[in-house]
């Protein structure tokens, strides 16, 4: 079984430019969410994504943007960089049908540093 | 508002027991995680409780209790390699919804 992968690791940009990060879900897991860790921080949730839909948002501006593809892999789009987007992004995968806890899997995360 | 908090860190002997506390405040409940974090690596889950009382598991024991808006989770015969932050989480809408976390407590293990 493959867990959460994500892509690229780590990942320098200057403010203004735009990234795209990618998150690849847990087998069998067809809801993906991520969050972005600042130092020090816990994480904090952006979106969720589930069949191809997004269903809940947290409080992030609309240059934070994602999609979720038919195989449940999921990107991240952030335009604009700003230096406070500075922070690990985790991708988190879940599987839908699930009475119990609804566990999360996160991925490693993606590093971005805005210069 | 949505609130969880836990001591920002602790410290203690290795071989001994730790009890990190989480208090939470959030407009719902619908189960409390904790996850365990090594520097510049993903969260990996603990433990889970949604009903009062007592959930063991191995070295690793959480505990929950709904009225008093308060979990711990207790680490028994502390290891170096149990440094790490670990972090306290409410999904507080029920179903496969987002878990809102609390800022997490470093936990650091002497010898």
């Known amino acids: 079984e493959t867990g959460v992968t994500q892509s690229p690791t780590h990942l320098i940009k200057t403010r203004g430019q735009q990234v795209t990060l990618r998150c690849s879900s847990q087998s069998g897991h067809n809801t993906v969410s991520w969050y972005q860790q600042a130092l020090g921080q816990g994480p904090q949730f952006i979106f969720q994504y589930y069949r191809e839909e997004e269903n809940g948002r947290g409080n992030f501006p609309p240059r934070f943007s994602g999609l979720q593809f038919p195989n449940y892999s999921s990107e991240l789009n952030v335009n604009a960089l700003e230096l406070d987007d500075s922070a690990l992004y985790l991708c988190?995968?879940?599987?839908?049908?699930?009475?119990?806890?609804?566990?999360?899997?996160f991925g490693p995360g993606t590093r971005l540093t805005v210069t | 508002g949505q609130n969880i908090d836990q001591p920002t860190e602790m410290t203690a002997t290795e071989g001994a027991i730790v009890q990190i506390n989480c208090t939470y405040q959030t407009s719902g409940f619908n189960g409390l995680f904790w996850y365990q974090q090594h520097a510049g690596e993903a969260p990996t889950f603990l433990s889970y409780n949604v009903l009062d009382g007592l959930e063991e598991k191995g070295r690793f024991s959480s505990f929950l209790s709904r009225s008093k808006g308060y979990s711990y989770l207790l680490l028994k015969e502390l290891q170096m390699k149990d440094s790490a932050s670990y972090l306290c989480?409410?999904?507080?809408?029920?179903?496969?919804?987002?878990?809102?976390f609390g800022k997490g407590t470093r936990l650091s293990v002497i010898a």
């Open positions: 989480a409410v999904r507080d809408q029920p179903g496969n919804t987002p878990l809102v």
């Open positions: 988190a995968s879940s599987p839908h049908r699930d009475r119990g806890s609804y566990e999360q899997y």
